[in-house]
């Protein structure tokens, strides 16, 4: 008789100590400390962009939620933590290209949004975004693209235009914060406060 394999483990350990479980994740095992650490420390563009430090996840987060500001100032507080939120779940899953998404196919996303709607319900949000407010965010998020792939990934305007549409056109001084690359300390606290900021 042979001895049955051992299941693989589908957890990650969080530095909290939750344990998120990638395949059931329970909200009660995510924390906002955890995601922000996480995606502090995460590269945008698979590290191909210029500047002394990485360009987090975390930075591109709080840039995308800059953008739905401005196109849309008087947006309720919740779908721009939405916004804040969108690629939370790369704290676990890391952030995949685009190209390599197309390559992976369902299960990666189905990951993801499983992942999504249990961040969203910890935080008070609906598992599921109405697809207008979805489509808003993924406006936002080109908006953010756009400016992250002619400012640091070494994209032309029209390339970048083809790619991810236009200019977002934020106020200039706001558009050179976001788009020079943080430190992970302090992107990892900007985000901790603007998440307190729209989720007291």
């Known amino acids: 008789m042979t001895a049955r394999a051992a299941p693989p483990r589908v957890w990650q350990r969080m530095l909290s100590g939750r344990r998120l479980d990638l395949l059931d994740p329970s909200p009660l095992d995510i924390e906002i400390a955890d995601i922000a650490h996480g995606l502090a420390r995460v590269a945008r563009w698979n590290g191909q962009t210029s500047g002394a430090h990485i360009f987090s996840v975390a930075q591109h987060t709080l840039l995308v939620e800059a953008v739905m500001r401005e196109q849309m100032p008087r947006v309720d507080a919740r779908f721009r933590l939405a916004a804040l939120l969108h690629d939370a779940p790369e704290y676990v899953i890391g952030d995949m290209i685009s190209p390599f998404k197309a390559v992976l196919g369902g299960d990666y996303k189905a990951v993801e949004k499983r992942l999504l709607s249990a961040i969203h ?80």
Do not use: N, V
């Open 121 to 200: 319900i910890r935080f008070g949000l609906p598992p599921e975004l109405p697809a207008e407010m979805t489509r808003r965010i993924k406006d936002a998020d080109r908006g953010a693209a756009y400016l992250e792939a002619t400012h640091l990934a070494g994209f032309a305007q029209a390339e970048a235009k083809r790619l991810f549409g236009s200019d977002p056109s934020l106020p200039p001084a706001t558009q050179a914060d976001y788009t020079t690359p943080w430190t992970a300390a302090r992107a990892e606290k900007q985000f901790l406060e603007r998440f307190a900021k729209l989720c007291p």
